[in-house]
């Protein structure tokens, strides 16, 4: 009976190697969110807040992977668990006891690695509170890890892992809820999304009234005088209705462009991707697209001096 009970079956191979994947995969994604939440709310770079547009991409995912991978974590070492208790042989089949050491090695050296990182920052005179919260979510994640393994190991103290599993489960809980209140819900998401469009398109649109002026010196009478099969020019619309952006000659020089958006922009605080554009020249004003809820139009000067020399020059 206990020969068959040691006997390692491919239903112990699957579940082993399914809780150890998936808790490297929970502890990854849980790091990294704790991540992005420091960097959020401790910018490197105030003024740079189009970070944050990277930043919620890596949240939704850590959140996604934890809202799927971590429950999927919990139920394996439950039937685990309950195979264990079953049959209490099993706890010393070679490949649970392999991969609990291998998975106390990696994160001995993680835990090594992490406060030698630290040291030497130290010494290098960082101790900035961005970076020594960082050290510390690795370190907890990791030292969490290596103290369930090494109870683990230790068979008599099994039930005490009960309570060590609540609170992890009620601080990955928190870290998940948490992330709601930063990247706000998934409407909002939808409509912030609209908004980078918006913006994207705007941007676009201003390109190319500058390249009509630059090549025909006049401004263009209305947006469906850009189209260009030539050169693949097409006017976008908005994403979310299809209608066109409202545009305005204001003078021989003077434009705007209008849009209506879901959400507000704001700033300094990193909570809006500031958009990415070039322009090919400069603008006279204020070259942003900061907004409001609701319409905004934005008014550009062309600085006619400045590119009709450098037409010449090209």
């Given at each position: 009976?206990?020969?068959?009970?040691?006997?390692?079956?491919?239903?112990?191979?699957?579940?082993?190697?399914?809780?150890?994947?998936?808790?490297?995969?929970?502890?990854?994604?849980?790091?990294?969110?704790?991540?992005?939440?420091?960097?959020?709310?401790?910018?490197?770079?105030?003024?740079?807040?189009?970070?944050?547009?990277?930043?919620?991409?890596?949240?939704?995912?850590?959140?996604?992977?934890?809202?799927?991978?971590?429950?999927?974590?919990?139920?394996?070492?439950?039937?685990?668990?309950?195979?264990?208790?079953?049959?209490?042989?099993?706890?010393?089949?070679?490949?649970r006891r392999w991969l609990i050491y291998f998975t106390l090695f990696i994160t001995a050296l993680i835990i090594i690695g992490d406060l030698v990182a630290l040291i030497n920052r130290?010494?290098?005179?960082?101790?900035?509170?961005?970076?020594?919260?960082?050290?510390?979510?690795?370190?907890?994640?990791?030292?969490?890890?290596?103290?369930?393994?090494?109870?683990?190991?230790?068979?008599?103290?099994?039930?005490?892992?009960?309570?060590?599993?609540?609170?992890?489960?009620?601080?990955?809980?928190?870290?998940?809820?948490?992330?709601?209140?930063?990247?706000?819900?998934?409407?909002?998401?939808?409509?912030?999304?609209?908004?980078?469009?918006?913006?994207?398109?705007?941007?676009?649109?201003?390109?190319?009234?500058?390249?009509?002026?630059?090549?025909?010196?006049?401004?263009?009478?209305?947006?469906?005088?850009?189209?260009?099969?030539?050169?693949?020019?097409?006017?976008?619309?908005?994403?979310?209705?299809?209608?066109?952006?409202?545009?305005?000659?204001?003078?021989?020089?003077?434009?705007?462009?209008?849009?209506?958006?879901?959400?507000?922009?704001?700033?300094?605080?990193?909570?809006?991707?500031?958009?990415?554009?070039?322009?090919?020249?400069?603008?006279?004003?204020?070259?942003?697209?900061?907004?409001?809820?609701?319409?905004?139009?934005?008014?550009?000067?062309?600085?006619?001096?400045?590119?009709?020399?450098?037409?010449?020059?090209?």
């Amino acid at each position: 009976m206990d020969d068959k009970q040691n006997k390692t079956t491919p239903k112990d191979v699957f579940l082993h190697l399914l809780s150890i994947v998936t808790l490297y995969f929970v502890a990854g994604n849980f790091i990294a969110l704790l991540f992005q939440y420091i960097n959020v709310w401790l910018p490197q770079f105030p003024e740079a807040s189009q970070y944050y547009s990277g930043a919620s991409g890596i949240m939704r995912f850590a959140i996604a992977s934890l809202i799927v991978v971590f429950p999927s974590y919990l139920l394996t070492v439950k039937f685990l668990n309950k195979d264990y208790s079953a049959n209490p042989a099993k706890l010393k089949l070679a490949i649970r006891r392999w991969l609990i050491y291998f998975t106390l090695f990696i994160t001995a050296l993680i835990i090594i690695g992490d406060l030698v990182a630290l040291i030497n920052r130290l010494l290098e005179g960082e101790y900035t509170l961005r970076f020594l919260l960082k050290v510390l979510a690795v370190g907890i994640t990791t030292g969490a890890i290596f103290i369930h393994y090494w109870w683990d190991l230790k068979e008599t103290v099994l039930p005490k892992i009960k309570y060590f599993h609540y609170a992890v489960v009620g601080l990955v809980t928190v870290a998940v809820v948490a992330g709601f209140f930063i990247i706000g819900s998934p409407a909002e998401q939808r409509k912030l999304q609209f908004d980078e469009r918006r913006v994207n398109d705007l941007s676009y649109l201003q390109s190319e009234i500058l390249n009509y002026w630059q090549s025909k010196e006049v401004l263009p009478t209305e947006l469906s005088a850009l189209n260009d099969e030539l050169r693949g020019v097409r006017v976008p619309q908005d994403p979310e209705n299809n209608t066109d952006y409202e545009y305005e000659v204001k003078g021989p020089n003077q434009f705007a462009l209008c849009a209506t958006f879901n959400l507000s922009y704001i700033d300094p605080q990193p909570m809006y991707a500031k958009p990415q554009f070039s322009y090919d020249g400069r603008f006279i004003g204020n070259p942003t697209w900061e907004h409001q809820a609701g319409k905004n139009c934005f008014e550009r000067t062309i600085d006619e001096d400045f590119f009709k020399l450098k037409k010449s020059i090209d």
